[in-house]
């Protein structure tokens, strides 16, 4: 049986998301569909490849989290998984609060 190993548990989480390649600045408006203290799930139809340096801003509510990040998957038409590299204290706080949310949103759907 193949069982995933996560740091951290990951959320359901939808918010738009802007994806900019560090090298080239091509920039991807999307959406992000999961979430956790490490890295997100970004949807996207052409993910950028493994391996690839980006910056991720995400848009929820009225606050914004911005990371420096890594492509660590991608899927092929359906989207990529990021794991954050750089991510400050403002940003690192606004995600904490989401992800506690996100985690009551579950426990009470659960009950």
């Known amino acids: 049986m193949n069982t995933e190993r996560r740091r ?3 959320f359901p ?3 738009v998301a802007e994806i900019t390649e560090k090298g080239s600045g091509t920039e991807l408006v999307t959406q992000v569909s ?6 997100c799930y970004i949807d996207h139809e052409n993910p950028f490849p493994n ?3 980006v910056t991720v801003k995400i848009f929820s509510e ?10 660590l998957y991608a ?20 995600l904490r609060q989401w992800l506690d949310k996100a985690k009551a949103l579950e426990e009470k759907t659960r009950s």
């Open 13 to 15: 989480f939808v918010a």
């Open 75 to 94: 899927h092929p038409n359906l989207g990529m998984g990021l794991v954050y590299r750089e991510v400050s204290l403002k940003s690192s706080s606004v």
């Open 34 to 39: 999961e979430l956790s203290l490490y890295g």
């Open 51 to 53: 391996g690839t340096r």
């Open 62 to 71: 009225s606050e914004v989290f911005e990371a420096g990040a890594e492509v």
């Open 8 to 10: 951290t548990p990951r």
